[in-house]
């Protein structure tokens, strides 16, 4: 057998290594005979690496993301720079669901990592006093940019509600949050007028859900009405919490 050349193994423990930050890891979890033996860097970097998992539901999502893998399930995937899986703790009870990547999050491979991430970390951090990274995981309706940041179509959600769906059975969490009306749309299967339903608890997959409004929405309308309201909402959600 034709031993891999070290570009080959440092490519694949690249790619391995973003697998895992992309499924939630802020750490990288090692087998602890890694550390005891002297071992041959070519028999610990394999397809896949060798890297146990050291929680259940981190080892779900990267199994979730490797079925993912490079998709060209629908053709967001033509215009696309990184797929986006999502970010977070996977232990966390709390999940936020967005309708898609825009630029910056297409650029970089995380979701909400652009102006509108900036608003959800502060709806997240200041708002709840939560920690962004450690309360809570995020993720899209769809894992690929749409064109000119336009709403998902019906056959690009199709294609990636499998995912969505796989991601949040592995993390079971207590809340979702939908975050504006493609998400709720997706979610509940049916066309959602968030400015009317948002504060509203629902059910998606046995998990508790709430509707609120866009962080971007936010942005473009960023009232005193609009704040309080998606205050109003995360209060909801932490009194469903427990905190």
């Not at 005979?33 to 539901?57: D, Y």
């Not at 990274?133 to 959600?157: A, L, S």
């Not at 509203?200 to 704040?227: C, D, Q, S, V």
Request: one cysteine or more; charged letters at 30%; proline letters at 6%.
């Amino acid at each position: 057998m034709q031993t891999p050349d070290r570009n080959t193994l440092l490519r694949e423990l690249k790619n391995y290594l973003l697998l895992l930050k992309e499924a939630g890891y802020s750490e990288i979890p090692c087998e602890t005979e890694l550390f005891t033996k002297t071992v041959p860097l070519e028999s610990t970097i394999s397809s896949p690496v060798k890297i146990m998992a050291t929680s259940k539901k981190a080892t779900q999502l990267v199994q979730v993301r490797e079925e993912l893998g490079d998709c060209t399930r629908c053709k967001l995937s033509q215009g696309r720079k990184n797929i986006v899986f999502g970010s977070g703790n996977p232990q966390a009870d709390l999940v936020f669901v967005g309708e898609g990547p825009g630029a910056d999050e297409d650029e970089q491979g995380l979701p909400f990592v652009g102006r509108a991430g900036k608003k959800l970390t502060e709806i997240i951090e200041k708002g709840m006093n939560l920690d962004r990274e450690k309360d809570t995981y995020i993720c899209n309706i769809v894992k690929c940019r749409p064109p000119g940041n336009r709403d998902p179509e019906k056959e690009e959600i199709i294609a990636c509600n499998p995912f969505l769906v796989e991601q949040l059975k592995a993390i079971k969490p207590k809340v979702v949050v939908a975050l504006g009306k493609p998400a709720a749309s997706t979610l509940l299967g049916r066309n959602v007028p968030i400015t009317k339903e948002r504060g509203t608890w629902h059910e998606y997959e046995g998990f508790k859900l709430m509707l609120t409004l866009h962080p971007a929405y936010l942005l473009r309308a960023y009232t005193i009405e609009n704040r309080k309201a998606v205050h109003d909402d995360m209060k909801k959600v932490l009194k469903e919490l427990g905190k």
